[in-house]
């Protein structure tokens, strides 16, 4: 999973809206006939309709996840409703040296945009400051740079607001039992996103005083680790309520752990929006009830974003001439009750 350093920008529910909704919107192009409508209604705002084309850089790391995977669906997609729109895509690579080369090449190219999902922000910074320097702004998605002259806009997930509101969900599940225990499955420990996931759980726990935590594992986001540290956990607490797990991926070998210890004494919360966490919640026959998203869609909002500034244009629904520096998405509880809504866009 992707490692940020956790912003608070503008909130966008990217899962919750459809990426186009965040460009296309609700501002006019057309001149008010009121002379008291505000100067800022006047814009140029970025629509569905052809405009100046645009060749877009795209370059992430290698999709060796699932949402990483998904990364890449969704700006490929994403770019391709657009006729105004070239996508240069990289391979992808977890390997930073080769992914600054790829870049490097790109900026050679002289695309009008990149789109940059850095394998490592601090180590990917000073490529995007060339492609900056070059005049190529830089739209940053997720893995962020170490400085914002890097990019001309950040877009990405809430790590700590997964964390919230998993903690808030399993929080008002467990409101009225007296001596409540959650436990807690993590990614890698040594990656920011990991501690800032558990310091919004543990935020969000303090406002139960009837919940403790007895329990947290690291695992690694694989189903295999996951497995195998949920088999580690439900050996060493033989009872407790809540599971919150952060992982998707991981959680596919979590949930095989915990069919195999026979054990449905608790509710499981998992973490960024997988399609077999979706079907396994609208199925409602095992303990996973459940997940907070990380939404992979951020890419097609990326590519829009790029989109409207290789057009020089805003964006829909704002008053300001030019796009956000800061897009922070926002990390919805999905359960059985909206589950539905949120199926198109779970990644395998």
Known sequence: MPEITSRR???????????????????????????????????????????????????????DHGWLNAINDNAKSRAEKYSDVTLEITEGSNDTAQQIGQIETLINKKVDVLVVLPADGKALTQVGLKAMRAGIPVVNLDRIFNTPQAYRCWIGGDNYGMG???????????????????????????????????????????????????????????????????????QAQSKFDALWNHDDDQGVGALRAIEQAGRDDFLMVGGAGALSAFQAIKQDDGVLKATVLYPPTMAASAIDLARALGQSKGIGGLAEFEIPSSLTLYSAVVDKTNVDQYMSTGFK
């Open 9 to 63: 920008g503008l909130l966008f529910g990217a899962a919750a809206v459809s990426a186009g909704a965040l460009i296309t919107g609700c501002t006019s192009n057309e001149p008010s006939d009121s002379k008291d409508e505000p100067a800022g209604n006047d814009q140029p705002v970025a629509d569905d309709k052809p405009g100046k084309q645009v060749t877009i850089g795209f370059a992430g790391p290698q999709a």
């Open 164 to 234: 919230l509101n998993a903690g808030h969900y399993i929080g008002e599940k467990l409101k009225g039992k007296s001596g409540a225990r959650v436990i807690e499955l993590a990614g890698l420990d040594n990656l920011e996103l990991t501690k800032q996931r558990t310091q919004g759980f543990d935020d969000a726990l303090k406002n139960y005083p009837n919940i403790k935590k007895v329990a947290r594992q690291a695992a690694e986001f694989t189903v295999e680790s996951g497995q195998a540290k949920m088999a580690q956990l439900l």
